[in-house]
C-alpha cells in the first residue's frame, strides 16, 4: 500500500510540475508579445514622428509654393502644379510609394486659401510582427494669398500708388517731395510724398506725426478701413530730422488714389531724409511678397495691385 501510495503522489508531482510549466510558456508569450509591442511602439513610433515632421515641412513649402505661383500667375492650376512640383522635389511624388499630394483652393475674403495634403505610409519593423505593417501619416498646410490690406508699425507717410507702381521691384531708388505748395496736401505724382496721421476727423500735426516716427509706426495693427489727413503745406523740417533716426530701416507706408483713399500697403526702405532747403526723402520700395509687418486681414477691403502680394502660413 505504502509503494501504490508513493507512485500516485510522484504523478502528482509530476503532473503539476507539467501544469506549472505550461503556465510558465503561456506566461512569456504573453511576455514576449508584450515586449515586442513596446518595442514596436518605441521604434516605429520614433520613426513616424520623423517622418511626420518631414512631412510637414514639404506640406509647408507646398503650400507656400502654391501661393507664390498664384501671386505671379493668378491661374489655381499653376498654383496646384507649383505646390506638386515642390512635393516631387523633396521626395514626396504624388502616386508613387503610396504617396499621395493633394491640393486644394478656396477664394477667401479677401484673397485665397491653398491647402495642401501630403500623405505616405510609415513601414513599420516591429510593429509588423504583430500585423501592422504600416500606419499612415498625413499632414497638412494652409496659405492665405493675395494683396496685402493690413499692416502693423506704420510710419506716417502716404505715396500715390504712380509712385509704387514706377518705382517697385529691384531696389529702385527715387528721391520724393511734398505737394506743391498750395492747397493740394495729397501725393498725385510718381515722385510726390506726403506725412500723414491715420484719422480722418482731426486736425493733422507735425508733432503728432513726429511721435509716431519715434515710436517706430503705429503701435496699432492698421487697415484698408482707417482714414488718413495729410499735413498741409509747410516747413516740417523737424520730421525730416526724425525719420532720418530710421535710415536703413524698412516699414509699412500707405498708398494712396489721387482722391487721397488709402487703396493698398507697401514696404518702402528708407536710404536719405533731408530736410534742408531741398525737403527730401529717399528709399525704394522692396520686393512686393512677404514684407515686414504686412498682413492680410479676413473680412476686409480688399488691397489693390499697387500695394505688396502676402503669402502667409495659417495653420
Same mark, same amino acid.
Given at each position: 500500500?505504502?509503494?501504490?501510495?508513493?507512485? !500516485?503522489?510522484? $504523478?502528482?508531482?509530476?503532473?503539476?510540475?507539467?501544469?506549472?510549466?505550461?503556465?510558465?510558456?503561456?506566461?512569456?508569450?504573453?511576455?514576449?508579445?508584450?515586449?515586442?509591442?513596446?518595442?514596436?511602439?518605441?521604434?516605429?513610433?520614433?520613426?513616424?514622428?520623423?517622418? $511626420?515632421?518631414?512631412?510637414?515641412? %514639404?506640406?509647408?513649402?507646398?503650400?507656400?509654393?502654391? #501661393?507664390?505661383?498664384?501671386?505671379?500667375?493668378?491661374?489655381?492650376?499653376?498654383?496646384?502644379?507649383?505646390?506638386?512640383?515642390?512635393?516631387?522635389?523633396?521626395?514626396?511624388?504624388?502616386?508613387?510609394?503610396?504617396?499621395?499630394?493633394?491640393?486644394?483652393?478656396?477664394? !477667401?475674403?479677401?484673397?485665397?486659401?491653398?491647402?495642401?495634403? %501630403?500623405?505616405?505610409?510609415?513601414?513599420?519593423?516591429?510593429?509588423?510582427?504583430?500585423?501592422?505593417?504600416?500606419?499612415? %501619416?498625413?499632414?497638412?498646410?494652409?496659405?492665405?494669398?493675395?494683396?496685402?490690406?493690413?499692416? @502693423?508699425?506704420?510710419?506716417?507717410?502716404?505715396?500715390?500708388?504712380?509712385?509704387?507702381?514706377?518705382?517697385?521691384? #529691384?531696389?529702385?531708388?527715387?528721391?520724393?517731395?511734398?505737394?506743391?505748395?498750395?492747397?493740394?496736401?495729397?501725393?498725385?505724382?510718381? *515722385?510726390?510724398?506726403?506725412?500723414?496721421?491715420?484719422? *480722418?476727423?482731426?486736425?493733422?500735426?507735425?508733432?503728432?506725426? !513726429?511721435?509716431?516716427?519715434?515710436?517706430?509706426?503705429?503701435?496699432?495693427? !492698421? *487697415?484698408?478701413?482707417?482714414?488718413?489727413?495729410?499735413?498741409?503745406?509747410?516747413?516740417?523740417?523737424?520730421?525730416?530730422?526724425?525719420?532720418?533716426?530710421?535710415?536703413?530701416?524698412?516699414?509699412?507706408?500707405?498708398?494712396?488714389?489721387?482722391?487721397?483713399?488709402?487703396?493698398?500697403?507697401?514696404?518702402?526702405?528708407?536710404?536719405?531724409? @533731408? #530736410?534742408?532747403?531741398?525737403?527730401?526723402?529717399?528709399?525704394?520700395?522692396?520686393?512686393?511678397?512677404? $514684407?515686414?509687418?504686412? $498682413?492680410?486681414?479676413?473680412?476686409?477691403?480688399?488691397?489693390?495691385?499697387?500695394?505688396?502680394?502676402?503669402?502667409?502660413?495659417?495653420?
Amino acid at each position: 500500500m505504502s509503494s501504490i501510495g508513493s507512485n !500516485a503522489s510522484a $504523478r502528482s508531482r509530476r503532473g503539476g510540475r507539467r501544469r506549472e510549466g505550461g503556465q510558465v510558456l503561456a506566461i512569456f508569450a504573453l511576455a514576449l508579445t508584450a515586449i515586442v509591442a513596446m518595442t514596436g511602439l518605441v521604434i516605429d513610433g520614433g520613426g513616424t514622428f520623423v517622418q $511626420r515632421r518631414d512631412q510637414q515641412n %514639404v506640406a509647408d513649402a507646398a503650400a507656400m509654393a502654391a #501661393g507664390y505661383a498664384y501671386g505671379m500667375t493668378l491661374s489655381t492650376s499653376a498654383a496646384a502644379a507649383a505646390a506638386q512640383s515642390v512635393a516631387t522635389s523633396n521626395g514626396y511624388a504624388n502616386g508613387a510609394n503610396g504617396v499621395t499630394v493633394t491640393v486644394t483652393n478656396a477664394a !477667401a475674403n479677401p484673397g485665397w486659401y491653398f491647402t495642401a495634403v %501630403v500623405s505616405k505610409p510609415h513601414q513599420n519593423s516591429f510593429s509588423g510582427l504583430l500585423g501592422m505593417s504600416t500606419w499612415g %501619416v498625413t499632414t497638412t498646410a494652409t496659405v492665405i494669398t493675395g494683396w496685402t490690406n493690413g499692416a @502693423v508699425g506704420a510710419m506716417p507717410i502716404e505715396f500715390n500708388q504712380k509712385a509704387f507702381l514706377a518705382n517697385n521691384g #529691384g531696389q529702385n531708388e527715387a528721391t520724393y517731395t511734398e505737394p506743391d505748395p498750395g492747397s493740394q496736401d495729397i501725393p498725385i505724382d510718381s *515722385d510726390k510724398f506726403n506725412w500723414t496721421m491715420y484719422c *480722418d476727423t482731426c486736425n493733422a500735426d507735425s508733432s503728432t506725426v !513726429a511721435s509716431i516716427i519715434d515710436a517706430n509706426g503705429l503701435t496699432a495693427a !492698421a *487697415d484698408l478701413t482707417w482714414k488718413l489727413t495729410p499735413l498741409n503745406a509747410g516747413s516740417h523740417a523737424t520730421l525730416y530730422d526724425a525719420l532720418a533716426e530710421h535710415l536703413g530701416e524698412s516699414f509699412p507706408v500707405p498708398i494712396v488714389d489721387d482722391t487721397g483713399k488709402m487703396i493698398g500697403w507697401a514696404s518702402f526702405h528708407i536710404t536719405g531724409s @533731408v #530736410g534742408g532747403s531741398t525737403k527730401t526723402i529717399t528709399g525704394y520700395f522692396e520686393s512686393p511678397v512677404n $514684407r515686414k509687418n504686412l $498682413r492680410i486681414v479676413q473680412n476686409g477691403i480688399d488691397g489693390c495691385e499697387c500695394g505688396d502680394w502676402g503669402v502667409y502660413l495659417t495653420n
